[in-house]
């Protein structure tokens, strides 16, 4: 089972009491923007196989969203961390590093 700490209220809290929210950091455009580029926001998203960050939700605790760096293929969760950052803290993009030797932010952003 899938247990992520929610940074807002310091639970620990497995993935009953969250709802995941889909992928993390996504750019986001305003009205002036074209209709390939609302497109790709809409409908493109990544689905890899190992690193992902994902937005989730507590649901059944604070209600607040938070932000997710986790392994997909094993479940192996790196870190949570707020959702008002535009990327992952140092901390986490260094425990990453650590375990994928290879891996960049520079992939995600």
């Not at 310091?10 to 390939?36: C, I």
């Not at 986490?92 to 960049?104: E, L, Q, T």
Request: proline share 6%; glycine share 8%.
């Amino acid at each position: 089972m899938l247990t992520l700490h929610c940074p807002n209220c310091g639970v620990h809290a497995d993935e009953t009491d969250l709802h995941a929210e889909g992928e993390a950091h996504l750019k986001r455009f305003g009205p002036d923007s074209s209709d390939d580029d609302f497109h790709d926001y809409m409908f493109q998203r990544q689905n890899p196989k190992g690193v992902h960050f994902e937005r989730w939700k507590h649901v059944y605790g604070c209600g607040k969203y938070f932000l997710a760096a986790r392994c997909t293929a094993t479940l192996e969760v790196f870190g949570t961390y707020s959702a008002q950052t535009h990327e992952p803290p140092q901390a986490i993009k260094d425990a990453i590093s650590a375990k994928r030797p290879g891996w960049s932010w520079g992939d995600f952003s």
